[in-house]
Nanobody, 124 residues
Framework: QVQLVESGGGLVQAGGSLRLSCTAS????????MGWFRQDPGKERQFVAA????????VYADSVKGRFTISRDNAKNTVYLQMNNLSPEDTAVYYC?????????????????WGQGTQVTVAS
């Protein structure tokens, strides 16, 4: 069973930055496609970014392109989400997700494992 643990959320002013981290258990992290999603209360989970096993393919939601960067360090079993120029619209619970195959995907249904989520709040 793979476990994903997110960290790095918090409260930040508009225009500020945060870096989220997600550390995975298991020996085969380097073969997982990984993603980040976010969710507001009462709304559907929304795709943010995804990365393939090597980091060579990265996919972003239009709303975060140019502001967010997803990356991974397979030696540390960790995937990151660097978030810059944050706005109040980015406020949500952010979830890390992993899939048993190597590709990057934007659909939540393509993911097999989920973290518990970390709250990001952007104050105006």
């Amino acid at each position: 069973q793979v476990q994903l643990v997110e960290s790095g959320g918090g409260l930040v002013q508009a225009g500020g930055s945060l870096r989220l981290s997600c550390t995975a258990s298991g020996r085969t992290f380097s073969s997982y496609g990984m993603g980040w999603f976010r969710q507001d209360p009462g709304k559907e989970r929304q795709f943010v970014a995804a990365i393939n096993w090597s980091g060579g393919t990265r996919v972003y939601a239009d709303s975060v392109k140019g502001r967010f960067t997803i990356s991974r360090d397979n030696a540390k079993n960790t995937v990151y989400l660097q978030m810059n120029n944050l706005s109040p619209e980015d406020t949500a619970v952010y979830y890390c997700a992993g899939r048993n195959t190597v590709g990057a995907r934007s659909q939540a249904s393509d993911y097999d494992y989920w973290g518990q989520g970390t709250q990001v709040t952007v104050a105006s």
